[in-house]
């Protein structure tokens, strides 16, 4: 298995990175893909996956740190490095008051409009989006860059099957977390139906969101993701080991990287 998101970056970490990989390869998980929530992460987050062969990167800024300083020459400067395959995350989050919604808005819109630049110049790659409780707002905004509607996806998706029939619509891919997995988020297990096997990722989105069996779990770590292509697997009634080979290929092809293993 691979995990396309976790923030191997955070303080929960410190000191630990080697153990949790290791833990990770031991459950069968060949690599990940750690995060970027600001540009202040972005140089210990390069150097995380320059030193190690199973982890690559991203380079953007979520939108609940919208109103910290943004570092743009530093994203621009880690997009060039090989290890960092997509953009984000990025988008908006209305389940919270701050940073306010307009705010996130705008710093949406810049970061659009930079990556829009530097893909002219040739750092193509596809973006990471958040969006909890903003696919109104969210999607009319992707949709008005030039950025290929194919080239998104919708991490840790916590809508209903009308937000993911909105997504698919768009042209975006979708990855689920943990949630799918709790009993108190069948609306996000029934919105998994409607994915296709085709545009269907899973990840951790560590620290966060451990699935079960193991929800009380704390902190997530990558070693868990399995869990989510299993139950993902059982719902559509399909071959554990075929379903978590289709969403390692999966996430191959969409970040354009070789998967350890392959």
């Not at 194919?150 to 809508?159: A, E, L, P, Q, Y």
């Not at 993911?164 to 768009?170: M, P, S, T, Y």
């Not at 966060?208 to 902190?219: G, K, S, Y």
Request: with cysteine; hydrophobic share 40%.
């Amino acid at each position: 298995m691979f995990d396309t998101h976790c923030h191997l970056t955070f303080d929960c970490y410190d000191g630990r990175i080697d153990e949790i990989l290791a833990a990770a390869r031991d459950a069968g998980v060949r690599g990940c893909i750690s995060i970027s929530t600001t540009t202040g992460d972005l140089d210990r987050l390069v150097g995380l996956a320059e030193s190690h062969d199973e982890v690559w990167c991203s380079a953007g800024v979520h939108p609940l740190y919208s109103d910290r300083p943004i570092d743009w020459d530093a994203m621009a400067r880690a997009a060039g490095h090989p290890k960092c395959v997509a953009w984000g995350e990025l988008g908006m989050d209305r389940h919270y008051d701050e940073p306010p919604i307009d705010l996130q808005r705008r710093v949406l819109e810049d970061q659009l409009a930079r990556i829009e630049g530097w893909t002219a110049d040739g750092l193509a790659k596809p973006v990471v989006v958040h969006c909890r409780k903003a696919f109104d707002q969210v999607l009319p905004i992707l949709d008005a860059s030039s950025l290929p509607n194919d080239r998104f996806v919708f991490h840790c998706f916590t809508g209903d099957d009308t937000d993911a029939r909105k997504v698919l619509d768009f042209g975006g891919w979708i990855s689920f977390t943990g949630i799918v997995t709790f009993a108190n988020a069948r609306e996000v297990a029934a919105a998994s139906d409607l994915v296709p096997d085709d545009r269907l990722m899973v990840e951790t989105d560590a620290p966060f969101l451990t699935p079960e069996p193991h929800r009380t779990v704390r902190p997530n770590e990558p070693r868990y993701v399995g869990f989510v292509a299993d139950f993902l697997a059982a719902r559509r009634g399909v071959e554990p080991e075929a379903f978590a080979r289709r969403l390692d290929a999966n996430a191959a092809r969409f970040f354009g990287i070789e998967i350890p293993g392959d």
